[in-house]
């Protein structure tokens, strides 16, 4: 009697695979349709390969979920590094329109730096948005430029601008269409 693992099945040539499809709640994240690798020719080989491979498949799906890398704003819309960055603009210059001063600002980020747990480099776990705002109460938009535009920023400019996905006239194929080139 064999150990049965989960996602792990034998291929049709003999081999075994670790195959697993990506849960729906965060296929907007992870792009692709399912994991799937190639554990080994034996079954020796696909139980000493099991573990590694599943552990990675596992924390990817946790960082998805969490957001890690990409910054989930309330209501659960998961934005990309120049809108994280803007965001965090946006909360340096409310603090700056009321009154606050360099001091104040670093402290500020101080404050919101301790909210997370500390290794020797710094602040482990940050989204990006807390990230970025950290970074930019201490240094400012002077010397923390923003990030390198992306295609999916460029696509988002595109669907927003020239096909007016905000416009109740647009038709939602369209649109569908452009984001799924």
Sequence with gaps: MGLV????????????QYRRRVPKDISEVIT????KRKLGESEREALAAYPRYHAEVEREIAEAKRGK???AVP??????GREAYAEALRRRADLVAAGASEEDLETAAEHLSDQYHQ????PLGVPSVD??????MRLGPDRYSPP???LGDARKLYVKEHLRADDP?????????????
Excluded: M, Q
């Excluded at 693992?5 to 075994?16: A, F, N, P, Y």
């Excluded at 290794?119 to 710094?122: A, F, I, L, T, Y």
């Excluded at 990230?131 to 930019?136: E, G």
């Excluded at 006239?169 to 080139?181: F, I, K, N, Q």
């Design 69 to 71: 890398g990409r910054a």
């Design 5 to 16: 693992l989960k996602h792990v099945e034998r291929t049709k040539s003999g081999s075994w």
């Design 119 to 122: 290794d020797e480099d710094g």
């Design 131 to 136: 990230r970025y705002t950290i970074n930019l």
């Design 32 to 35: 692709k349709r399912e994991f």
């Design 75 to 80: 209501g659960g819309v998961v934005l990309s």
């Design 169 to 181: 006239e647009t038709d939602s194929r369209v649109v569908g269409l452009a984001s799924r080139c």
């Design 148 to 150: 390198e535009p992306t």
